[in-house]
Each structure stands twice: as structure tokens, then as C-alpha cells.
């Protein structure tokens, strides 16, 4: 799932990570962290949006996990378990996040029982994520998958209009076929069936869904 987490930090919390972290900014397109990198922090982001996601073996990327915005926290679980990252981050927007280390981030915890336990149910709640996306991937058909991807992502980031749900940011199409498992060209094609049946309308690559019950006929 990729904007199922409702685990929130309070605006005290996210302070707290801010007085023991240090800020950095990363331009759009820009990798946060890579495969084989010490996991040695997590990261608050103040603004902007990032993807999780892998390099297969000829050459593609596969998002997973999922994409984190604004007031999120990740690198959580490698951090906490003191391992190298097996996945890359990469900066969707420009981004402007929170960095702690890993010793100061296990001291707030320590300290911070609330903070604590927001981040023990983040953690389960992505897990539970993730074994709901192997089971999407494995039982629904391509166009199926990519209807359901837009509507998680319209109703985590969409932005309400006059004549429908606008998402922001600008997802390319190989950033969504890369979240469901498919190719460019796949997506590429099931969008233009989809605006031929007026369920959505793409400006500029910004994609706004139209008619909301047409799309969930995809995955009904």
C-alpha cells in the first residue's frame, strides 16, 4: 500500500527530532541514500517527496516500500537494526529533511515513550503494507493494479477541484510502473485507455482523476 500509514508525530515530536538531528536539502532526482550504505540514520522530512525503491537486475527500478511525504520518517527499520540499506531513497521534489544518527535516535527513543511506540506501530503498519502489495502483485491483473495505485495515491496526496481529485506531485510513468511491477509501456498504455473512457485527465504530467467510481470499476 502506498499512503495507508497514519501513524502521525505531533508538531512536539517532530521538534524533538529536529534538536538532535541536522537539516539537509536534496535536489529533485538527487538519491538520499543507496544499497550498501551504512544504515547509520533516520531521516524526519520536512518537505518534499521520496521514493523508496531497488535496482533489478537489468537495470530498472522497483519501488518498495513506498513513497514517503512530507512528516514522515524513514530508514527506520536497517537504522534501528544496525545494517547496511538494501534499498535506495531518491528525492521525487526537491526535498528538506531531518537527519539524526542512529545513537541519538535510540537516546529520544529511550527518553520519548511516545515517540517510541508511534514508531513501533509505523513499523508494523509497513510491514502489513508490504504483504499486502506482494498479494496485489501476485492476484490482480496490470490495469488493476495501476486503478488502485491512483486512488491510494489520491486519497493520501490528491488535492480536491472543481471536476475531480488532482494528484501531486507529478509521478512519471515509470515511476508507477515501477510501483506496481510493470513496465513503461504497460502504463503508458492502460493511462491513454483510461483517459479514452474519461476516468482521468493528465495536463503537463499532472494527473487528475475524473470519475471515481469509472476507475474503481478496474478493480472490481
Known amino acids: 500500500m502506498i499512503f495507508r500509514n497514519v501513524?502521525?508525530?505531533?508538531?512536539?515530536?517532530?521538534?524533538?527530532i529536529r534538536q538532535v538531528g541536522l537539516t539537509r536539502q536534496y535536489a529533485r532526482g538527487e538519491n538520499i541514500f543507496c544499497?550498501?550504505?551504512?544504515?547509520?540514520?533516520v531521516c524526519l522530512i520536512e518537505s518534499g517527496w521520496v521514493k523508496i525503491f531497488r535496482i533489478n537486475g537489468d537495470g530498472r527500478y522497483v519501488t518498495v516500500g513506498s513513497i514517503r511525504r512530507p512528516g514522515e520518517l524513514?530508514?527506520?527499520?536497517e537504522s534501528l537494526h544496525g545494517v547496511e540499506r538494501t534499498c535506495n531513497a531518491g528525492a521525487i521534489t526537491d526535498v528538506k529533511l531531518v537527519t539524526v544518527y542512529r545513537e541519538a535516535f535510540i537516546e529520544l527513543l529511550e527518553s520519548e515513550t511516545t515517540i517510541a511506540l508511534k514508531v513501533a506501530k509505523l513499523?508494523?503498519?509497513r510491514m502489513r503494507d508490504a504483504e499486502s502489495g506482494v498479494h496485489e502483485m501476485v492476484t490482480r491483473h496490470?490495469?488493476?493494479?495501476?486503478?488502485?495505485?491512483l486512488l491510494k495515491i489520491a486519497e493520501g496526496c490528491?488535492?480536491?477541484?472543481?471536476?475531480?481529485?488532482?494528484?501531486?506531485?507529478?509521478?512519471?510513468h515509470e515511476d508507477l510502473a515501477a510501483?506496481?511491477?510493470?513496465?513503461?509501456?504497460?502504463?503508458?498504455?492502460?493511462?491513454?485507455a483510461m483517459?479514452?473512457?474519461?476516468c482521468l485527465e493528465i495536463d503537463d504530467g499532472i494527473i487528475k482523476i475524473t470519475d471515481w467510481q469509472q476507475l474503481e470499476r478496474y478493480i472490481s
Open 179 to 192: 510501483m506496481i511491477g510493470a513496465t513503461r509501456q504497460t502504463v503508458t498504455s492502460i493511462l491513454s
Open 195 to 198: 483517459r479514452e473512457q474519461r
Open 7 to 16: 501513524v502521525r508525530l505531533k508538531d512536539y515530536e517532530r521538534e524533538m
Open 142 to 149: 496490470v490495469s488493476s493494479r495501476l486503478a488502485l495505485l
Open 158 to 172: 490528491g488535492q480536491q477541484v472543481e471536476d475531480g481529485v488532482r494528484i501531486e506531485p507529478r509521478f512519471t
Open 74 to 77: 524513514m530508514g527506520l527499520a
Open 35 to 41: 544499497t550498501g550504505d551504512p544504515a547509520d540514520r
Open 123 to 125: 513499523l508494523a503498519l
